[in-house]
């Protein structure tokens, strides 16, 4: 839309001046994975507690049915048995989960195990917990239940038809929320447009499918009334409602600890379900109760991205320009909105992509169907927006007939635009984003291969060649969810960190966040390095997260790219403030003239008489035993604790407001080729240029987008959740649900560009690894080697009987 007023830029930028930069941007090995190669990671099932009994599920084969009645007689009389509760047992011991849905939806009852009927295939409706897992499963599989089938809805535009089977009778309807979004004068520019091209799409259902499963170990003490939990959620803190509600107890009793997640890519963030389960058996038993998912429960149960489908249109000039596009969108959130409608808004961080649109519509409908309930898989509900816009940046190109790569140029935000303030008020911080362009055309031989496609072509072979851009923004503002409920309390989006200088030198980090491979601890470490300008070796960034001893907010977690743009500006605040203390205590140890020392190196020195000095250490020791070397006054100790808040504001009655702290961005470029006899497309080459600010560590930013292109590919190419029309979920394990493994995912040129973000202090964005960039190129690629037939795919997933049919010139 235009450039941000230098009123609003002034709000968001923040001072570096405190970094060194000599830890910062060098390829440090991850301190992490020294502990993890070696097999002394602490996973949740690694946790081992005296007396310590297991939980196991009874679970639906029917996606909606009434419960009728359940026979525990068989299951309650397995050796080792020690508690069996159904729903009804549930509700006697508490209220159901709150409701971050509007009205009427806010009426749906949601029980961790299910009360009266089933609403998905998988759903649990009884728990068993005996003395061995053996002997929890064997009880479960024991367990009768009588349920009578009811109709099934599975589609997220035949839930809204009149008479369509009600997931949630209470609720009345099958609509969760509904809102309508208008920016700029798009009536305008569609009825000045030269023409006006159209698309249906559709973005599929899959999951993270992490390595370690969900996972919960749940210790009541009863002598203290407190209640510990391990387990692997991604953002404990943001689910402490839930928890406290669930358990009926006050949030200093509700003890969480995370140490190694084997993965998360959001699908832990709803897993709070068990964590309430296990915990209100463990303080039924007074025994530590254990809960760990199998493949299959965790596939067929656990949580899944939401579909979407799309209609969009958009106003095009002759000349290539897009002026305006208006969407109607459904989101398929599954039986229960435990962590949705969020999806409804959080697209609008990235309301236009990476383009110049001058005003954009979009009518949003959230649906409930008879699916597991849905999360926020990687890229979350970014991925899908960014997917649509892609598709029809390429639908676009070859209905003017000009080149992907130039409709894209024509159309990006330009550098001199920067920061950028989209119509829905975005505020995207920096970049370069047509260098960026140029630049992974270049690498990928862009030119080459289209030369090269069509003398390929003339051989017989089928050469397709994908472009494709993306934004991901980072750190989000949690205002957005009141563009759906103005009701929920619920703002802005904040991160916590202390750091603590020990009295024998050395430093010591907590973080708020629940790191799963993204590096935290080295990072954290290379930031208070620089800041403090002490060596790397000396700084020791805990494991995990311990809501006893780390500083949190309701904001806490890892999750939407946060990590880089907000946890590690509360770990440069904090250290930055003990830098300070320590500054104030060596001036007046060293009786510097005017109070001015510098610290560098581990010592401290006066600036006007470098050879007054001394090390931190005998600074530390005065700081917490020699407390009388003090400047009078000053507390003791060396303590510092920080939580950055980004100046963020709710949305306005238009629903316009900056939703995201960083925007990072990306350029996939990927040449494949089809296999005329499978229609499995294979990957040729592909190339990936990231820009996600100022770099911390080249290593694990490389791993990052490794592994976001693995996802990607793997959505694209390999992982689809395929439902029936009865909600039968038919590839619930890996020998259905094709997972790729190191063999399918080729090789990945890797280029970076730098523009630091003015709007953090370490000037790191997100990674840039959450826009869905890889599924979006690899589509494009796929549906341009099909050009030549007329093909075009409406679908995220690239399937091989689709392929096939438009090979052989059959119908679609």
Not at 165 to 186: C, Q
Not at 430 to 435: I, K
Not at 782 to 807: N, Q, T, Y
């Amino acid at each position: 839309m235009s450039k941000a007023s230098p009123e609003i830029i002034s709000t968001y930028k923040q001072d570096s001046s405190a970094l060194t930069l000599k830890w910062l941007g060098k390829p440090l090995k991850p301190k992490e994975d020294y502990r993890l190669v070696r097999g002394r990671g602490m996973f949740v099932d690694d946790v081992q507690l005296p007396r310590m009994v297991y939980a196991a599920f009874a679970r639906s084969p029917y996606a909606h049915a009434k419960i009728k009645s359940i026979d525990i007689s068989r299951a309650a009389s397995v050796p080792g048995v020690l508690l069996i509760w159904t729903g009804e047992d549930l509700k006697k011991r508490m209220r159901p989960l709150p409701q971050a849905t509007p009205p009427p939806a806010r009426n749906a009852i949601d029980y961790p195990l299910a009360v009266e009927k089933v609403r998905f295939q998988g759903e649990p409706v009884a728990m068993v917990v005996a003395e061995s897992r053996y002997a929890a499963e064997d009880a479960a599989s024991q367990i009768d239940v009588d349920y009578e089938p009811l109709p099934v809805v599975v589609d997220a535009e035949k839930a809204l038809e009149l008479g369509a089977p009600l997931v949630h009778d209470e609720v009345g309807t099958n609509l969760i929320a509904h809102v309508h979004y208008k920016w700029g004068d798009v009536d305008h520019y569609f009825q000045h447009a030269d023409m006006v091209v159209e698309g249906k799409f559709h973005y599929h259902r899959f999951t993270g499918a992490p390595l370690e499963p969900n996972a919960v170990v749940a210790d009541y003490d009863e002598r203290a009334d407190v209640i510990t939990v391990y387990c692997n959620n991604q953002a404990p803190m943001e689910w402490l409602p839930q928890l406290s509600a669930g358990l009926n107890m006050p949030y200093p009793k509700v003890r969480v600890v995370t140490r190694d997640i084997g993965g998360g890519f959001g699908t832990k963030l709803v897993n709070y379900v068990y964590m309430v389960l296990a915990s209100l058996a463990s303080k039924e038993l007074r025994r530590p109760v254990k809960y760990v998912e199998t493949r299959t429960e965790n596939l067929q149960a656990a949580a899944h991205n939401a579909e979407r489908t799309c209609y969009v249109s958009a106003a095009v000039q002759r000349d290539g320009t897009v002026l305006a596009m208006k969407m109607k969108c459904l989101d398929d959130d599954g039986a229960y909105a435990r962590h949705e409608p969020a999806g409804m808004t959080v697209w609008a961080q990235v309301s236009t992509g990476m383009y110049r649109l001058r005003a954009l519509e979009n009518d949003f409908y959230a649906v409930f169907t008879n699916k597991c309930p849905s999360t926020s898989i990687r890229g979350f509900s970014r991925a899908p927006h960014l997917f649509m816009i892609e598709r029809m940046m390429d639908r676009i190109a070859r209905k003017l007939g000009m080149d992907p790569a130039e409709i894209r140029m024509r159309n990006l935000v330009r550098p001199e635009d920067m920061p950028y303030m989209t119509p829905s008020g975005g505020l995207y911080d920096s970049g370069n984003w047509p260098e960026g362009l140029r630049k992974a055309l270049e690498a990928a031989d862009y030119q080459g291969w289209r030369r090269k496609q069509e003398e390929l072509r003339r051989q017989g072979r089928i050469i397709g060649i994908g472009v494709v851009v993306g934004s991901d923004s980072a750190g989000p503002n949690m205002a957005q969810v009141k563009m759906y409920n103005p009701g929920l309390p619920y703002t802005s989006g904040t991160e916590g960190a202390l750091v603590q200088m020990t009295p024998d030198g050395k430093v010591r980090v907590t973080l708020g966040t629940s790191p799963q491979g993204m590096g935290h601890e080295t990072t954290a470490a290379q930031v208070v390095a620089d800041v403090l300008d002490v060596d790397y070796d000396d700084i020791y960034v805990q494991t995990g997260f311990d809501s006893f001893t780390s500083v949190y907010t309701m904001h806490s977690g890892t999750y939407g790219s946060r990590f880089a743009p907000l946890g590690l500006s509360a770990v440069y605040l904090a250290a930055a403030r003990l830098k300070e203390k320590l500054a104030k205590i060596s001036a007046y140890v060293l009786n510097c003239p005017g109070g001015d020392v510098v610290i560098e190196g581990g010592k401290a020195y006066c600036r006007a008489d470098p050879q007054r000095s001394t090390d931190l250490k005998r600074i530390a020791r005065i700081a917490y035993g020699n407390v009388n070397e003090m400047p009078p006054g000053m507390e003791p100790g060396l303590y510092s604790i920080a939580i950055f808040r980004p100046p963020f504001q709710n949305p306005d009655e238009n629903k316009r407001a900056n939703l995201a702290l960083t925007y990072s961005y990306n350029v996939h470029v990927v040449v494949v080729e089809i296999d005329p006899e499978t229609g499995m497309p294979r990957i040729l080459n592909y190339v990936a240029l990231e820009d996600s600010g100022r770099i911390v560590n080249p290593l694990v930013v490389d791993g990052q987008v490794h592994g976001a292109v693995a996802h990607g590919l793997a959505e694209a190419l390999y992982e689809k959740y395929q439902y029936d029309e009865n909600g039968n979920l038919l590839n619930s394990n890996f020998v259905d649900y094709l997972a790729p493994t190191a063999l399918e995912v080729p090789s990945i040129s890797v280029l970076h560009m730098e523009t630091p973000s003015p709007f953090t202090p370490t000037g790191a964005k997100g990674m840039g690894e959450g826009g869905g960039t890889a599924v979006q190129a690899v589509i494009s690629a796929v549906e341009d080697a099909l050009a030549p037939l007329g093909g075009e795919l409406e679908e995220s997933h690239a399937d091989p009987e689709v392929i096939l049919r438009i090979l052989k010139g059959t119908s679609s």
